[in-house]
């Protein structure tokens, strides 16, 4: 047993010289399968996990080695940073992305990508056009649902700094986060989203906006806390909203356009303390959702926002800034709760009634 160790131990070591650029091993096809499978080897026996990261070279990359399983007869993908995600600017989608090769005669399949240093990468792994998965080899996570994201997989190079706004305490007291929902004409229904508003805010204020074409509210307004209280940035309203329909040609949909600039900033505007100046707006994305955001702005985003008229919703019917026990509208929390939109048939704690009246605890 432990001369079969060093054995695994020995061709471990020569695959991560093989992933050295320049290593003797690097042009020799035999020791690539013998390294790739005992690292398969030490893998499914839970004694390393993934992917593989090799030594930087002299330019600093690093060779990242994936590794996944087949299921059934779907060959696994990598879609993430270093493939593309398969995203075309069209809109449209390449399946074969990431697409890995098989380890030998085993169910194992390897993907190899060149990966600059100090970075932190998402992934998953992919096996048809809508089942996409965890890597379960790989304990490192990123934040999900919980913080109205998507779960991944992630991974970090060499010289990576995880970034001050999360390593540091979060900032007391924080911003508020309030869901709410719009009532949309040109979307044809409702739509849901999460108001940000700084700690100190003040109703007589005149704050610039922020549009986030993203429903993950917990983890970013915590990032707006910091910045804030660093004064890195002047204190902001931020919207996070994802306008339906949501499709690869979203980005293109000129109703979903109309409605963040005709319906969705006047709605802000009749409800909080915000400037209608085109000048101190911004609209962000993340990942996929940037290049809708490049699309809302030429959409006439940086239009003067009209003041509110006769049609806008009274003030007494603005969202509840307590947490109340009222059955309609929408409830407000501490930023860095959980985050995302109430759905239909969830508790509706610490809201505002529909008449106004507002039982505070």
Known sequence: MRHSRQRVAFALAAFAGWLAPGSALSHNARAVRITLGAAVV????????????SRPASGGEVTVTFLAQRRGRQVPRIVSDVTGWGEHTDGTFDFNAGRMTRVGRTD?????????????????VAYGATDYRLDPHNPRRVAGPQFGGVSASEFVTPGYVPPPEFTDRPISPAGLITDATVESRVLGGPCPLIVYTPSAYREDGNYPVAVFLDSRAGQVSRVLDWVIAHEAIEPIVAVFVVPQPRDPEAGATPPVSAFVTDELLPWLASRYAVTRSAEKRAILGISYEAKDALDRRRHRFDRRVRPPGPADPR??????????PCPSSSPSRAS??????V???????????????CRCR
Do not use: F, M, N
């Not at 003030?315 to 109340?324: K, N, T, Y």
């Not at 860095?336 to 939109?341: D, E, L, R, V």
């Open 42 to 53: 030490e893998v499914a026996a839970g004694r390393e996990t993934t992917p593989l990261i």
């Open 343 to 357: 759905r239909p048939g969830e508790p509706r704690d610490g809201t505002r009634a529909a008449t106004g009246a």
């Open 315 to 324: 003030p007494e019917d603005r969202p509840c800034r307590h947490r109340c």
């Open 336 to 341: 860095g709760h959980p985050g995302g939109p």
């Open 108 to 124: 194992w399949y390897s993907l190899q990508a060149k990966v600059a240093p100090r970075a932190r990468i998402e992934y998953l």
